[in-house]
Nanobody
Framework: QVQLVESGGGLVQAGGSLRLSCGTS??????MGWFRQTPGKEREFVAH????????YYANSVKGRFTISKNNYDNTVYLQMNSLKPEDTAVYHC??????????????WGQGTQVTVSS
C-alpha cells in the first residue's frame, strides 16, 4: 500500500514561512496535490504538481505566496509557504493521483501535518 508521509508543520507568526514535505513510497502516480482542512470546514485544494514536466496549479488563495515543487530522485514533494496568514492555519495533507489533473481523483492521502499561524 502506498504511503504518504508529511512533515514540516509547526507554529509560525503571521508573515513567516514554513516548508512542508511529503514523501511517497512509490512513483506509480502521475501527480501530487496539497490540501488543507480546518474543523467544521470542507477540505480545500491548495496546490498541485505533475511528476513529469512539473506543471503546477494553485488555489487563488495561495497564489504568489506558496510554491509547490518536487524531487524526482527521492519521490518528495514540497510546499514552500511564505507570507503566512492566520487564515492559513489548518491541517495540511498531501495526496497522490494517477491523473495529471488537479481535480484528481486522488487515490492516496497522507495523515496530515498541522500548520498554525499566529497573528
Amino acid at each position: 500500500q502506498v504511503q504518504l508521509v508529511e512533515s514540516g508543520g509547526g507554529l509560525v507568526q503571521a508573515g513567516g514561512s514554513l516548508r512542508l514535505s511529503c514523501g511517497t513510497s512509490e512513483r506509480t502516480f502521475s501527480s501530487m496535490g496539497w490540501f488543507r482542512q480546518t474543523p467544521g470546514k470542507e477540505r480545500e485544494f491548495v496546490a498541485h504538481i505533475t511528476w513529469s514536466g512539473g506543471s503546477t496549479y494553485y488555489a487563488n488563495s495561495v497564489k504568489g505566496r506558496f510554491t509547490i515543487s518536487k524531487n524526482n530522485y527521492d519521490n518528495t514533494v514540497y510546499l514552500q509557504m511564505n507570507s503566512l496568514k492566520p487564515e492559513d492555519t489548518a491541517v495540511y495533507h498531501c495526496a497522490a493521483s494517477r491523473t495529471t489533473s488537479y481535480r484528481g481523483p486522488y487515490e492516496a492521502w497522507g495523515q496530515g501535518t498541522q500548520v498554525t499561524v499566529s497573528s
